[in-house]
Structure formats: structure tokens, C-alpha cells
């Protein structure tokens, strides 16, 4: 962390002021286009008044769903994290 606050001045203020997070939990089932299903936990942080916020989506540990998600995940060919808003992967 101390490398990040004295390489960027915009990360050390922000480090100085946190702000409050919103959590969210959800869970649903998705159809991937080859008919398979897979169950899927979702947690959404946000901070309140920007446009800051994370999804993370999880299978239960050892479960088919997540055999399922790994296989899709495997089968894109590309990282398992992607920035929403931005262009390319990661």
C-alpha cells in the first residue's frame, strides 16, 4: 500500500478519505448459448455517488456449476477479470 500512496497522489487522498461501500448479494442462474446452466452467486460493491463499483460472480466451491463456470470461463480464452466501461479485458 505505502508504494501505491507515494506513487499516486489521487490514490493517497482517497486512502485518507474512505468513503462508505454499499454490498449487495444475489444469486441467479445463467443459460450459456449452448444450453447449459450455471448457478451463480453475485456480490455488487458500490460506493454511493460514483461510478466506482465491483461484481464478483461465484459457484459453490467443488459443484458442477463451478466445473460448469470453469469451462466457460477456460473456453473464452482470456482473463476471468474484465473492466465494464473500458475497452479489452483486465
Known amino acids: 500500500m505505502d508504494e501505491l500512496r507515494t506513487r499516486s497522489r489521487v490514490f493517497d487522498i ?21 444450453g447449459d446452466s450455471v448457478a451463480l452467486a453475485g456480490s455488487l460493491l458500490a460506493i454511493p455517488g ?4 465491483a ?3 461465484t459457484a459453490t466451491p467443488g459443484s458442477a456449476d463451478a466445473a460448469r463456470l ?20 483486465g
Open 55 to 57: 461484481l464478483m460472480l
Open 14 to 34: 482517497s486512502w485518507r478519505a474512505p468513503r462508505p461501500v454499499e454490498a449487495y448479494e444475489s444469486t441467479g442462474t445463467f443459460v450459456h448459448p449452448e
Open 50 to 53: 460514483d461510478d466506482l463499483a
Open 70 to 89: 470453469a469451462e466457460v470461463v477456460g473456453s473464452a480464452g482470456g482473463p476471468a477479470v474484465v473492466r465494464v466501461g473500458r475497452s479489452g479485458p
